[in-house]
């Protein structure tokens, strides 16, 4: 199986700052790789330095074989990179329960697949009738997906994985929930301060709760 991307000895410096430290990985050609780690590990400046929107100071990244330290943002995307910044897309003064009942345009909100989102996003149950603005941001990014997947007639999130990935693409994809990770992911990549520290298979690390607590800090249970 060929790599389609790899980074070599990524440095990365934002202004004063610097971010990425040495940062060595491989993407697999038709295969999920999942970036994961706690927040301000690097996993959204490891994104934005491969499609050329912070440029590594030092390093090297090439994907199907062609370097990319030279090319612009849209050279880069015109090699068949694509790149979906994390969003936002929520109303901030409305609760959770609001957010998705608008969400839900067909009208009232089917149980089944409400139990079937807290299943995956536990804390969406939780803060059931909390304002929107007062999450975490990665609370944010969960009702975020929750209100895309909201509707029936959506497809839901791993299927829609699937299906992409059934079509031949390579995917990298920075997820905060680690039970979504482990439903998505072949391969895992955990940051840290900049570095990898860990890579392997996401099965190997969604059955090691030990392992799970020293890299990230919480167990698959606890990851929400």
């Known amino acids: 199986m060929s ?14 700052y610097h971010i990425l ?17 706690r927040n301000g590990a690097g996993k959204t400046t490891t994104l934005r330095t491969i499609m050329g929107l912070s440029p590594p ?27 979906v910044p994390e969003t ?6 409305l609760t959770i329960k609001e957010n ?3 969400a839900a345009r067909e009208g009232p909100l089917d149980t089944q697949r409400l139990e079937w989102i807290f299943g995956f996003f536990p804390a969406m149950k939780r803060f059931w009738l909390s ?29 829609c994985f699937a299906e992409i990935r ?12 680690f039970r979504v990770a ?17 890579r392997g298979a996401m099965s190997d690390l969604a059955k090691d709760t030990p392992m799970q607590e020293r890299l990230l800090g919480l167990s698959l249970e606890a990851h929400q």
């Open 21 to 37: 430290h040495g940062v060595d990985f491989s993407v697999p050609e038709g295969k999920t790789t999942m970036l994961l780690g």
């Open 131 to 159: 304002r929107a603005g007062s999450l975490s941001g990665g609370q944010k990014q969960m009702l975020s997906i929750a209100r895309a997947i909201v509707e029936p007639r959506v497809m839901n999130l791993i299927e």
């Open 57 to 83: 100071s030092s390093g090297t990244i090439t994907f199907d074989g062609q370097s990319t330290g030279k090319k612009s943002t849209p050279e880069i995307a015109c090699l068949g990179v694509g790149y």
């Open 100 to 102: 998705l009942v608008l």
């Open 182 to 198: 482990q439903e998505l992911g072949d391969s895992v990549l955990v940051m840290d301060n900049g570095k990898i520290i860990h």
């Open 3 to 16: 790599d389609v991307l790899k980074l070599d000895g990524v440095h990365t410096h934002i202004g004063h």
């Open 166 to 177: 059934k079509r031949g693409a390579t995917i990298l994809l920075v997820e905060q929930n």
């Open 88 to 93: 936002m897309s929520v109303f901030s003064d």
